[in-house]
């Protein structure tokens, strides 16, 4: 367990990377004390400093959704960060490479509430019955600390979070099985990975119902109106400048961005 003040420290410097697009040391390297719940408290310094500056709360993202991710890292369940409305992307966007530290992009659907979520006993089916629609998605990541990152750097570090493009069709979440609903994830027009839904834990209404759960004993409720992004259920696929990185939802539609 960290000190106050070494939270705000590591504050500081994940603040600082994202400012300069530099990678900062690895937390858990500087502060070798480090546990999960210093790793939460450290982004939600940075994430009130963001606020205290103006940005918004739009939402949040669950990562590490996979089996073989968490098993790769110690861990037995997902991590979550906050989505901010200036990561909002239009999809077919221009994308200045030099915004980002080591840019990655993500396939994943996304929840938009029509009602108020708020666990603990939150389940899929509440899931389902409080979800306005449910849209392709594309996550960029970006790291902000260098490799190799244990699960504390990467909760601390928002998750990763870095942008959301949305785009494609707008689905009720009973209008489909979301579970098959699947992607084929292209750079520079050659395929790079393909995946279906029922990756994220099973189905991906049951990634939002394990952050209502979550959060919902840290007083935190999630709103009407908020994005909520599954999980992703491709490898993470590395962007470069130049690169155009497209996904195919099929009859879902699709969506691209260019880092330029």
């Not at 601390?156 to 942008?163: T, W």
């Not at 009720?172 to 750079?187: S, V």
Request: contains cysteine; charged residues 25%; neutral net charge.
């Amino acid at each position: 367990m960290l000190s106050k003040s070494d939270r705000g420290k590591a504050a500081a410097i994940l603040i600082e990377a994202e400012r300069t697009k530099k990678q900062g040391k690895q937390l858990s390297v500087t502060f070798p004390k480090i546990d999960i719940e210093d790793a939460y408290a450290i982004q939600q310094e940075v994430t009130k400093s963001k606020l205290k500056a103006g940005r918004k709360v739009i939402g949040h993202k669950i990562g590490l959704t996979s089996k073989a991710m968490q098993q790769s890292l110690g861990i037995n369940e997902p991590d979550y960060g906050h989505l901010f409305d200036d990561m909002l992307v239009a999809d077919g966007a221009k994308l200045p490479h030099e915004n980002y530290c080591v840019p990655r992009i993500e396939v994943e659907l996304a929840f938009v509430l029509g009602k108020p979520l708020k666990g603990p006993g939150i389940d899929l089916f509440d899931v389902l019955r409080a979800t306005e629609y449910v849209v392709p998605s594309l996550e960029i990541i970006d790291a902000r600390l260098v490799n190799p990152r244990k699960i504390f750097d990467t909760v601390a570090d928002n998750g990763a979070a870095a942008g959301i493009v949305i785009g494609g069709q707008v689905m009720r979440p009973d209008d489909f099985d979301l579970r098959w609903a699947g992607a084929i994830l292209y750079k520079n027009s050659e395929i790079e990975e393909t995946g279906l839904a029922a990756g994220v834990l099973g189905h991906p209404a049951l990634g939002i119902a394990w952050l209502a759960n979550k959060l919902g004993p840290r007083g935190i409720t999630l709103k009407p109106g908020h994005i909520l992004l599954s999980g992703s259920f491709t490898r993470p696929v590395h962007a470069a400048k130049g690169d155009t990185i497209h996904a195919d939802f099929g009859p879902l539609g699709g969506l691209a961005v260019q880092f330029v």
